[in-house]
């Protein structure tokens, strides 16, 4: 059967990354997140007491790769050790944004995601996925959230992972990330032209899921 790329776009908590894995899981894809990668350059920055911008000179000892766990799930590595949950906070998260305003850092990870879609048979998530790591992928989705829905995912999320946020603080996170994110001279985000754009706040998983795997369908046949 014909093998395609997917990809999947969307701003910050927008559900991208689990539907990407859901599809993945469903048709027996690879999944890949590209956001991981750039929280886990952001890790080696906050570590390191670097900058963005020094970082640069740093990028060749860097190596950035995923394990498959046995529950299934998929953990990131950087330089061989499972950062997981380290780069999974919002101060992560946050210079996460940072490093990936920077050119060079940008295109590092991209070349990498670029040979990871050479068998294709792939689901990657990220920002610029549709736009610039792969814009030939057979099918690309959009997916985007109101800020609210969006806001209270986050701080769900964050609460189910023990940590103790304000929410107020989380909505501004989302909202300056959503700036930063789409306003960066670097491959902001946007959506590709040729992207379906599907905004899931109201529609429940088990149905968004039908509508994913309708769209795969009519791009395999
Ligand atoms: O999706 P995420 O929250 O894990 O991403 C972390 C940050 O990395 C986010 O601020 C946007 C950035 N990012 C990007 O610029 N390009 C990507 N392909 C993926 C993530």
Redesign the pocket.
Known sequence: MKKIIIAVDGP?SSGKSTIAKAIAKAVGYNYID???M??AVALYCLRNHLDCQSVISHLSDLSISFVRMEDGSQHTLLNGEDVEKEIRTLEA?DM??QV?QVKEVRAFLVAQQQRMGDEKGIVMD????GTVVFPQAELKLFITASPDVRATRRYKELVGKGEQPVYEDVVKDINE?DYR?THRAESPLRQAEDAILYDNSDIPFEDQMKDYIRFFNDRIH
């Open positions: 910050s590209t956001g991981a750039y929280r998260g996460a944004s990936s990220g920002r610029d996925i990330r994110d």
